[in-house]
């Protein structure tokens, strides 16, 4: 009960911020940020956090995407940047000493439609690589699909490979936040239905291990997230 006698859902300082602006806030932060921040009630560090049902698919015909089944927008129209996940950083180091699988390296090239706030995840490679096949993989995406800028967080293997591969690189910073914190950004974007993965598995078959692996984590640090690695940097970039 409420000392002060506001019924649950009542704004606190609606002068301020009354219920509709509290809704608007709501829908666009998404229901982890929203319980979290705004209701200090945190969801669990356990369980799954996303639903298979959130992600959405587009068709690539020629150079254009199809969004829900009809024409929306010219491949040219997007800025295009890729996102490493390079094996070997500190967190996999310790996850390893704990007795955890090794993680595999991840380049995921992303095309972002700033008009509508939506990511596009047009292509993924992934393996359990040494250094070498790591930079070759990498050269080899990079020619292939041109970016606008390469990413990789800017620790050990990351920082080496972006070192090997000059040009228009850019460091990644986990800022010093756990993977749940820095993931949320991904999360809100996923829930609010701005991500876009390939409808076609003929042609993208990595799209079931991705969502296999997205739909599976609980956010432990221990929990493999190797595509969500690159999925949660391309969402706040």
Same mark, same amino acid.
């Given at each position: 009960?409420?000392?002060?006698?506001?019924? @649950? #859902?009542?704004?606190?300082?609606?002068?301020?911020?009354?219920?509709?602006? $509290?809704?608007?806030?709501? &829908?666009?932060?998404?229901?982890? =940020?929203?319980?979290?921040? *705004?209701? %200090?009630?945190?969801?669990?560090?356990?369980?799954?956090?996303?639903? &298979?049902?959130? /992600?959405?698919? *587009?068709?690539?015909? #020629?150079?254009?995407?199809?969004?829900? #089944?009809?024409?929306?927008?010219?491949?040219?129209?997007?800025?295009? /940047?890729? =996102?490493?996940?390079?094996?070997?950083?500190?967190?996999?180091? !310790?996850?390893?000493?704990?007795?955890? @699988? @090794?993680?595999?390296?991840? $380049?995921? =090239?992303?095309?972002?439609? +700033?008009?509508?706030?939506?990511?596009?995840?047009?292509?993924?490679?992934?393996?359990?690589?040494? /250094?070498? %096949?790591?930079?070759?993989?990498?050269?080899? =995406?990079?020619?292939? /699909?041109?970016?606008?800028?390469?990413?990789?967080?800017?620790?050990?293997?990351? &920082?080496?490979?972006?070192?090997?591969?000059?040009?228009?690189?850019?460091?990644?910073?986990?800022?010093?936040?756990?993977? $749940?914190?820095?993931?949320?950004?991904? $999360?809100?974007?996923? !829930? %609010? #239905?701005?991500?876009?993965?390939? &409808?076609?598995?003929?042609?993208?078959?990595? +799209?079931?291990?991705?969502?296999?692996?997205?739909?599976?984590?609980?956010?432990?640090?221990?929990?493999?997230?190797?595509?969500?690695?690159?999925?949660?940097?391309?969402?706040?970039?």
């Amino acid at each position: 009960d409420d000392i002060l006698g506001r019924k @649950p #859902g009542q704004a606190l300082w609606p002068e301020r911020y009354d219920e509709a602006a $509290l809704a608007t806030s709501r &829908r666009s932060v998404g229901e982890y =940020v929203w319980q979290a921040l *705004y209701q %200090q009630n945190p969801l669990g560090a356990e369980g799954q956090k996303i639903k &298979r049902e959130w /992600f959405k698919y *587009y068709e690539l015909r #020629g150079n254009h995407y199809w969004l829900d #089944g009809k024409p929306s927008f010219h491949e040219s129209t997007c800025q295009r /940047f890729i =996102v490493a996940d390079c094996a070997a950083s500190s967190e996999d180091v !310790e996850k390893e000493r704990r007795g955890r @699988p @090794p993680s595999r390296s991840v $380049l995921s =090239v992303f095309d972002y439609y +700033r008009p509508r706030n939506l990511l596009l995840w047009r292509h993924c490679e992934y393996g359990f690589w040494d /250094f070498g %096949q790591l930079l070759a993989n990498a050269r080899k =995406v990079r020619d292939e /699909f041109k970016p606008a800028w390469f990413g990789a967080e800017d620790e050990k293997t990351g &920082r080496a490979l972006l070192s090997m591969l000059g040009g228009r690189i850019k460091p990644l910073s986990h800022e010093g936040k756990d993977k $749940l914190t820095r993931f949320a950004p991904a $999360l809100n974007e996923l !829930e %609010q #239905g701005r991500v876009f993965l390939p &409808r076609n598995i003929g042609e993208s078959p990595w +799209r079931l291990d991705a969502e296999n692996e997205l739909t599976a984590w609980d956010g432990h640090k221990d929990t493999p997230f190797d595509f969500g690695d690159t999925l949660g940097y391309a969402a706040k970039h």
